[in-house]
Nanobody
Framework: QVQLVESGGGLVQAGGSLRLSCAGS????????MGWFRQAPGKEREYVTA????????KYADSVKGRFTISRDNAESMMYLQMNSLKPEDTAVYYC?????????????????WGQGTQVTVFT
């Protein structure tokens, strides 16, 4: 089992950057595939990006490709999301999540553990 806590959200002007962090507890953090998801008001939670257990493979939703970068540090039980060139449509609560289904990194249904979320608001 792993507990997850996000941080780093905030208010940022369009075109700016934010770095989200996800701290995991438990000695098995490195066993899990990890992902970032987001949920805007009135919308379903959607996949943003994912990374495999070792960090050697990453995936991105088309809407964030080229702007967001996911990374992880298993020694520190941390995962990060660097968000650049932010747009108002990136406004949402961002969640980190962990899965032990390595072949289903983009599907939220396969994620077993979730953080509480951190708000990101992008204004013009």
């Amino acid at each position: 089992q792993v507990q997850l806590v996000e941080s780093g959200g905030g208010l940022v002007q369009a075109g700016g950057s934010l770095r989200l962090s996800c701290a995991g507890s438990g000695r098995t953090f490195g066993n899990y595939g990890m992902g970032w998801f987001r949920q805007a008001p009135g919308k379903e939670r959607e996949y943003v990006t994912a990374i495999n257990w070792s960090g050697s493979s990453t995936k991105y939703a088309d809407s964030v490709k080229g702007r967001f970068t996911i990374s992880r540090d298993n020694a520190e039980s941390m995962m990060y999301l660097q968000m650049n060139s932010l747009k108002p449509e990136d406004t949402a609560v961002y969640y980190c999540a962990a899965t032990n289904e390595p072949d289903s990194l983009t599907a939220k249904e396969y994620y077993n553990y979730w953080g509480q979320g951190t708000q990101v608001t992008v204004f013009t």
